[in-house]
């Protein structure tokens, strides 16, 4: 396919210049729409007579339709959005990107979206749009799916979409306990809001993230919240976020003694409760109530996410645990990824 189109740039250059900027203007509608021709022309650096143009011919051929509110896709030009999708992947690098990250993962699937989440929204989106599309099509009726919190994981369950089968019996469950005050991201919101959106049943897990290691085994003998925990330890399929340790450890609102262990033995990532150095290893474990690095050792599918530049150290440093499943990551991590491997010989 790359030989391909390298002979298409040779032969018809122009041509292919106006289907990047007519994919791009397609991408740029659906991740905000409804949108405006002008707001369109300067997110994309484009003059807005080309965009009249471009638009013009979309409505013409049922792709867009256009308001005083502004534009959207119809389902054709969601469909065809798609459908591009694969040879724009091939177009900006995007493949190959992903068969150069194959030996340092090891894993399943390996999906690189455009953009850097450190200062795009629209990489976000991508993000979770990939995310969820992945994890719709690994879910069944028999699925007990455990989710964690955080900005993430909240752009993965908007891009949830309803699903034409009966998924009476799946369950979706939070991962840990709450994280944080902002209770739009934490994951119980986010559970009920995905199981209501799929149409299955959901459980709580309604307590809070850092709790004493005395409480924690204090409120694991109600028999309510050991319920809980025996389905969390029962979930086939987690989809979690990935985060830099001094971040997470501040979100966490971890003690100082905690933080000054933290940064005596190095932490770089953060990932369901676990802190991890730069070679992998757990230097600091929160011992919180839900799911554990031990049972992604069963038959677990894990679904990492995480985005932006900054995250690039502590993806790497957690990648063994997702051998036996998912990451989707996007372009800019993705590439500080390749180089930071290069120099840790990994």
Not at 95 to 102: A, C, N, S, Y
Not at 164 to 172: A, G, I, K
Not at 216 to 227: E, G, L, N, R, T
């Amino acid at each position: 396919m790359v030989r391909k189109i390298e002979l298409l740039y040779k032969i018809i250059p122009k041509e292919m210049d106006i289907l990047k900027r007519r994919y791009y203007i397609l991408k740029a509608i659906y991740a905000v729409q409804p949108i405006g021709r002008r707001m369109i022309a300067a997110k994309l650096n484009i003059g807005e007579k080309i965009v009249r143009s471009d638009i013009e011919f979309f409505r013409e051929e049922g792709y867009v339709n256009v308001s005083t509110s502004g534009m959207i896709l119809t389902e054709a030009g969601v469909n065809l959005l798609d459908q591009l999708k694969e040879l724009m992947n091939e177009l900006e690098g995007i493949k190959r990107l992903q068969e150069e990250l194959k030996p340092i993962f090891q894993c399943q699937n390996i999906i690189v979206v455009s953009g850097n989440a450190d200062d795009e929204l629209e990489a976000m989106g991508n993000i979770g749009r990939s995310a969820a599309k992945l994890l719709q099509s690994l879910i069944t009726n028999d699925s007990i799916v455990a989710i964690t919190g955080g900005n993430t994981m909240k752009s993965v369950v908007k891009h949830i979409h309803s699903k034409n089968e009966p998924l009476d019996r799946m369950l979706v469950v939070p991962a840990r306990g709450s994280l944080g005050n902002n209770v739009e991201t934490q994951a119980n919101t986010l559970v009920e809001e995905m199981a209501k959106k799929i149409g299955c049943q959901y459980k709580l897990l309604n307590l809070p993230d850092n709790l004493s290691e005395k409480a924690i085994i204090s409120v694991s003998k109600d028999p309510k919240i050991s319920q809980i925990i025996e389905c969390i330890k029962k979930a086939n399929i987690i989809v979690f976020g990935i985060g830099n340790a001094g971040k997470m450890a501040y979100r966490r609102d971890l003690n100082k003694t905690v933080i000054d262990v933290l940064t005596k033995r190095k932490a770089v990532a953060e990932a369901l409760g676990y802190y991890f150095n730069k070679q992998g290893q757990i230097v600091y474990d929160s011992k919180t109530i839900g799911f554990h690095l031990d049972e992604l050792k069963k038959n677990v599918h894990p679904i990492a996410v995480a985005g932006g530049e900054s995250k690039a150290l502590a993806v790497l440093s957690v990648r063994h645990f997702i051998q036996n499943g998912s990451i989707i990551l996007d372009e800019a991590c993705a590439r500080k990824i390749l180089v930071l491997s290069k120099e840790l010989n990994l």
